[in-house]
């Protein structure tokens, strides 16, 4: 006899438990970035805005990038959450896989940051390793999710084809800047995280409209004279 696997729905409190965990584990992360700014030298960094630059420039760089890629990850699994009926063993399990990475953001950005290794380009190739896994991790999710049919409502396959999109770009990005932390250097490579954001926007409208021209599409068909 099969094994029966575990379904919580959204009104049970083992949804709310699961939930909960996984908002409090992102806040988390987001908090423990702090600890990643480090001014080594407080009394010469202090001096005037040039000198704080020099100091913690890259840090916060870093510090920005990560805390945007993280609230973007908690934004994105609010949103699948909001769609979900309940929730199983298997995407809980899943979930702690993709917030084990998430959790090691803040590490991943504090060797970016670290003055000592700035031009180094390794650093910067982790962390974008690390958020790249992280985004398949996330599409790994919202894919057994609807696999195992959890969501109030099943998604179109245009709405699948959306959410692949928008959660694989940034993964495409930054294992594309990999090589421009080699060839050019590690800032240069971290700015080209910064175009996540517009590629993303454009993503979310492009899957907004693929919805859109799909429910047009089947409201006209249903609105039709039946054939004679």
Do not use: K
């Amino acid at each position: 006899m099969a094994r029966q696997v575990a379904r919580y729905q959204r009104e049970d409190q083992e949804f709310g438990r699961a939930i909960g965990f996984f908002d409090a584990t992102y806040a988390l992360a987001l908090t423990l970035l702090v600890t990643t700014l480090e001014i080594p030298e407080p009394s010469s960094a202090w001096e005037g805005l040039p000198a704080l630059w020099d100091a913690v420039g890259p840090q916060f760089l870093a510090f920005g990038i990560s805390f945007a890629v993280i609230a973007s990850y908690w934004l994105a699994h609010h949103r699948l959450v909001r769609t979900l009926a309940a929730v199983d063993q298997p995407t809980i399990v899943a979930n702690l896989v993709l917030i084990a990475l998430i959790v090691v953001i803040p590490f991943s950005t504090n060797s970016v940051g670290d003055p000592g290794v700035e031009d180094l380009p390794l650093p910067t190739a982790f962390l974008a390793v690390n958020i790249a896994v992280a985004s398949g991790l996330h599409i790994l999710v919202y894919l057994l999710a609807y696999r195992r049919e959890l969501f109030l409502a099943e998604p179109s396959a245009r709405e699948v084809q959306g959410a692949l999109v928008i959660g694989l770009s940034p993964a495409v990005i930054v294992l594309a800047s990999v090589p421009v932390a080699y060839l050019a250097s590690p800032v240069t490579a971290q700015l080209c995280w910064l175009t996540i954001i517009p590629i993303r926007v454009a993503a979310r409208r492009w899957a907004a409209d693929s919805a859109n021209e799909v429910s047009w599409l089947i409201e006209r068909q249903s609105s039709a004279p039946p054939f004679m």
